[in-house]
């Protein structure tokens, strides 16, 4: 079975700090993502990457950024992490080609205060 | 913009009724239509996926009904139980791309006993 693990289920932060959510996943999957949920926005892509070193933007990368040094490694980074930022982050992976499921971790809560 | 639309928003339903969520897309390359369903405090899991070579499929009591000349899919439960109490999010796959998964903005399904 797919795994897909994020560090924290729960983070507590304060305005104007540097955030890092990990995400592992052990299955050797090419793709990984990282999604916000917010109650009646569904999923909200902020980034992806298809490769190591390689990484995309979502639909709503502005204060954000991403690392992925190693194929099951995939972080993601928030510079200077602000109120609005307050969210439900989600990582999954995918394999290569055709109609792959996603697999997600159970999300990471972060509170910015 | 949102390249799938569902709805309702939230859902209530009594214990043996059957809810219904509505998704409708206008992307014609998409050919891959999974739903998910989340458990509070866990990540979205695959439930069930169609093709749009077929206009029903059923697993257990969940059945997804799709519609190609309206470009619209429904997910019904059967027989809907409290432990069916969950968000659920349609989504459409086109063939290529890393990223190549799009979510609808979930409905939120409450079941009564």
């Known amino acids: 079975d797919v795994k897909v693990t994020q560090s924290s289920r729960y983070l507590v932060k304060r305005t104007g700090e540097k955030v890092f959510l990990e995400c592992v996943q052990d299955?050797?999957?090419?793709?990984m993502f990282w999604y916000r949920q917010d109650p009646g926005l569904g999923l909200r892509l902020i980034y992806f990457?298809?490769?190591?070193?390689?990484?995309e933007k979502g639909d709503i990368p502005e204060g954000y950024s991403v690392s992925r040094e190693k194929k099951e490694r995939f972080s993601l980074i928030l510079e200077s992490a602000s109120t609005n930022q307050t969210s439900m982050y989600l990582c999954?992976?995918?394999?290569?080609?055709?109609?792959?499921?996603?697999?997600f971790g159970d999300g990471t809560r972060l509170s910015i205060l | 913009q949102q390249q799938v639309k569902q709805s309702p928003q939230s859902l209530i339903v009594q214990k043996g009724g059957i809810p219904i969520i509505n998704c409708a897309y206008e992307?014609?390359?998409?050919?891959?239509f999974p739903w998910y369903q989340q458990f509070p405090g866990k990540g979205p899991a695959l439930l069930i996926a169609i093709r749009p070579d077929v206009s029903e499929k059923k697993e257990g009591r969940f059945t997804i009904s799709f519609n190609k000349s309206a470009k619209q899919f429904s997910l019904h439960i059967m027989d809907s139980q409290p432990g069916d109490s969950a968000t659920y999010f349609c989504?459409?796959?086109?063939?290529?791309?890393?990223?190549?998964?799009?979510f609808g903005t979930g409905t939120r399904l409450t079941v009564i006993p």
């Open positions: 999954a992976s995918r394999g290569q080609g055709g109609n792959q499921p996603q697999h």
């Open positions: 990457s298809y490769d190591v070193k390689m990484k």
């Open positions: 992307n014609t390359a998409f050919d891959y």
């Open positions: 989504a459409a796959s086109r063939p290529t791309g890393a990223n190549n998964l799009f």
């Open positions: 299955m050797d999957h090419e793709n």
